[in-house]
């Protein structure tokens, strides 16, 4: 990309009043420079069934080329219109909960052929009549895109096509499946039953998988029709997002990322992340990552918060601290949700960069300035590349069996609680991720992966996994890895099964622990912190070097931490679900075993240091105070320039950063 963009939704048809020439205007003096438009509104664009008006498309595409404005084009296929439901009322998805109702976007089953075909024209017809014009640079299909848990007759059927042809014969299945329990066998392909209402997770794990190849196959569809129209100077992407706990949180069940990514030009991603003093940068910093690593590139965040609801609502210093945080992630766009609030219906209280009066307001005038140092700095900031030498292994096959088979039966905890507390212990100790697959075909780049919760593996991966640390790698594994194969079915030998090999150590008992801590308070993080929760293995080491024993007066003659050579590398097992300051202590622990402890890590959170090699082939730090309060650093790498302010920066020289402030060095 030549330049970063700086953008926002823009959705003309929901104006209550004129205002696109004074939009333009005010966009202009915040350095907006490029909007999304389109993917929202359908029933605007075609009112009636055949009949087309795209007023608004043309209106708002040619007042922007005027302006010099980018646009970027959605397909608007994810929210229906309603002579549609009128006309095939079984186009909403029947799901567990039972047949859909109209009304909420996202509610449409996307294999049925007649939302197929409407969604075709409407793709062609927009498509067709936007993609010679001088403003439009990409498009977007779809958006945030998911299964929304279609699971009626039609979809059954196509899940026994596609299990028919993976096992070819019911045998196999149901020896993989263990079908024959409680009398779940099935004998005819005939006979199989909706999988709504079953019992066994081998086979409601492989619906969930089917159900995302589902998003796979039709965000692949969209992207080969608006392909017959683009221009070479143009791109496609999609804004994927995340699991959602009221901001954006772990890896999306219901989409493989990296399956769906594969078609796009460019991966593009939702990042909406806790505010005022919950804001960390890490949900900023994980979702970049993810982005970032679906296609080893750099991305766009087609959406994130200006002010949102009343708890999104930046402190001062706060969006500008967000917007670059993005871009020390890799991102070359940035993008907000949306230009102005909408005046009624369920987001009205979503507020864009504007509020409701649509006058100037601090968010909007503290934008005009990243807008300014966006264009003055973006030969520098743009097209950043990293490469990290960490990476974490994420399995949506796992997170969905983990679904199935809960830590306890108590405890909310679930596969992402994992991921993300490893995460986030890298991220306040400034060690940079990628994120990989089971389906990555190497991981060779790597000195360290860091494996949470891998319950769901084949024989292939775990012994992938086993040569990566023979070769030299370092692993950290986490309980309840390798704990079932491919079809979640329990392994037969000692866990953790194959992978064992390496990590030297096994178990047959597991329990939940109450009242346990660790023996001798190894890792030195005091009383308040020194405690196992929800799941731990009785582990009993056999090459394995113990780091850690339960202290419990019937489980402390086994271990809760182990390592293990193998090879020329080295393996750590985390037995239990330790505390954050534990997990922060074993993950130094690896990553100094691994030998990329740096002067970064000197450097800790609220201080955040990211970096990357920029366009022109230099070295650009970033360094974050994610603080209420002033806060300082020793720089310690070679000589560069503070982009902001143009001052030259020395070696050990101190960095002064305000509250919620950053300073960017290139490197000479």
């Known amino acids: 990309m030549e330049k970063l963009l700086y953008g926002v939704a823009y959705y003309d048809e929901y104006m209550p009043c004129e205002r696109l020439d004074e939009d333009i205007r005010m966009m202009k003096e915040a350095g907006i420079n490029v909007v999304r438009i389109a993917e929202s509104t359908w029933s605007t664009h075609e009112p009636q069934n055949g009949v087309f008006d795209f007023t608004s498309v043309d209106r708002v595409l040619d007042a922007m080329h005027r302006a010099g404005i980018h646009v970027i084009v959605g397909t608007p296929t994810y929210a229906v219109p309603t002579w549609m439901v009128k006309e095939h009322p079984d186009v909403l998805a029947t799901t567990a909960k039972g047949p859909g109702k109209y009304g909420a976007r996202q509610i449409m089953d996307i294999t049925h052929p007649a939302y197929l075909f409407y969604a075709e024209r409407i793709i062609r017809k927009l498509i067709s009549r936007v993609s010679g014009h001088p403003a439009v640079i990409g498009y977007q299909t779809d958006n945030e895109t998911k299964h929304y848990h279609t699971a009626g007759a039609n979809v059954q059927l196509l899940f ?6 993976k096992f070819k014969t019911l045998d196999r299945l149901n020896r993989a499946f263990g079908l024959d329990y409680w009398s779940n066998r099935i004998n005819s392909w005939e006979d199989f039953p909706s999988v709504v209402g079953t019992i066994n997770g081998s086979l409601g794990a492989e619906f969930a998988k089917f159900q995302r190849k589902l998003v796979t196959d039709f965000l692949n569809w969209q992207v080969s029709i608006v392909n017959e129209y683009k221009r070479p100077d143009q791109f496609v992407t999609q804004n994927f997002d995340f699991e959602w706990r009221g901001h954006s949180y772990g890896i999306q069940p219901d989409v493989d990322h990296f399956a769906a990514a594969r078609p796009f030009d460019i991966t593009g991603v939702d990042i909406y992340h806790p505010s005022q003093d919950d804001l960390t940068g890490s949900e900023i910093s994980f979702g970049g990552d993810v982005a970032r690593s679906t296609k ?7 959406e994130t918060q200006a002010q949102a609801f009343t708890h999104w609502t930046p402190y001062p210093g706060q969006l500008r601290l967000q917007a670059f945080s993005h871009l020390a992630s890799g991102a070359n766009m940035v993008a907000y949700w949306h230009w102005h609030s909408i005046h009624n219906s369920i987001e009205t209280y979503w507020k864009g960069l504007l509020s409701h009066d649509f006058e100037p307001n601090p968010v909007y005038e503290e934008a005009k300035t990243i807008g300014r140092d966006f264009a003055r700095l973006s030969p520098h900031l743009t097209n950043l590349k990293k490469e990290n030498k960490v990476a974490i292994l994420v399995s949506n096959e796992s997170l969905t069996a983990l679904e199935w088979f809960k830590f306890n039966f108590t405890s909310a905890k679930n596969y992402n609680d994992v991921v993300r507390m ?7 100790m400034n060690v940079g991720c990628d994120f990989v697959s089971p389906a990555t075909p190497s991981f060779e780049r790597y000195d360290l992966l860091v494996v949470p919760a891998l319950y769901s593996a084949s024989d292939e991966l775990l012994e992938r996994l086993n040569r990566f640390v023979y070769d030299g790698g370092h692993i950290v594994y986490t309980f309840k890895s390798g704990f079932t194969d491919e079809n979640v079915k329990v392994r037969t030998e000692r866990q953790p099964g194959v992978i064992g090999k390496a990590c030297g150590v096994s178990y047959s008992m597991f ?3 109450r009242n346990v801590s660790l023996k001798d308070d190894p890792f030195r993080v005091g009383a308040e912190h020194n405690q196992v929760h929800t799941w731990m ?13 339960y202290d419990h007066p019937h489980w402390g003659k086994y271990a809760a931490v182990t390592q293990n050579r193998y090879g020329q590398g080295q393996a750590v097992y985390i037995g239990c679900m330790t505390s954050e300051a534990i997990m922060g202590k074993i993950l ?4 100094k075993q691994a030998g990329l402890w740096g002067a970064d890590q000197d450097i800790r959170f609220p201080l955040i240091a990211k970096h990357g090699i920029n366009g022109m082939g230099k070295t650009v730090r970033y360094y974050f105070n994610y603080s209420d309060l002033p806060a300082s650093l020793n720089y310690p790498h070679r000589e560069g320039t503070e982009l902001l302010s143009g001052a030259p920066v020395s070696p050990g020289e101190t960095l002064t950063l305000e509250p919620w402030g950053f300073k960017i060095i290139e490197e000479q």
């Open 422 to 428: 490893m995460y986030d212990e890298l991220y306040r």
């Open 160 to 165: 026994v096509k596609y299990i028919r042809e």
């Open 588 to 591: 130094e622990h690896a990553v």
């Open 511 to 513: 329990v939940e622990p």
């Open 537 to 549: 293995e009785l582990l009993t080491p056999a090459e394995a070097e113990v780091l850690a024993y």
């Open 296 to 302: 080893g590139t750099n991305y766009l965040v087609i």
